[in-house]
């Protein structure tokens, strides 16, 4: 009983010295974390809050919303009539805060960061 449980440990603290030199990771880590390390620089999901200027109504909304879901590395819009703002999320090594602007222009709104602090990586 007491042996039995005193090889446990032994094992336990083995497996938590058994870190690849490489890449840090326990080698006893999941399949699934192992590919994330292979990613050098993992692209942070960016978001940026634009203003909107000539939404009238909620087709507006769901135009502007549309426009801006199309682009290639946006990967969440969410557009309010009432605060007249687009908070957009989006992979900034495929799409620029530009393209989204000339999206949104192409149905007539004027597009505008609204706070350009917000275009830095998502901290969630
Ligand atoms: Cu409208």
Request: some cysteine; aromatic content about 4%; hydrophobic content about 45%.
């Amino acid at each position: 009983m007491n042996r039995t449980l005193s090889t446990t440990i032994a094992i336990g603290a083995f497996a938590a010295l058994a870190i690849c030199p490489l890449c840090k990771t326990p080698a006893n880590a999941s399949p699934a974390a192992q590919v994330a390390t292979l990613r050098v620089e993992p692209a942070a999901p960016r978001t940026v809050r634009l203003h909107i200027a000539g939404m009238t109504c909620g087709g507006c909304v769901f135009g502007t919303k549309k426009v801006l879901a199309k682009l290639d590395g946006v990967t969440a819009a969410k557009v309010s009539y009432e605060k007249a703002e687009a908070v957009v999320t989006y992979d900034d090594e495929k799409v620029t805060v530009e393209q989204m602007i000339a999206a949104v222009a192409t149905l007539g709104y004027k597009a505008s960061v609204a706070d350009p602090a917000s275009a830095t990586p998502s901290i969630r």
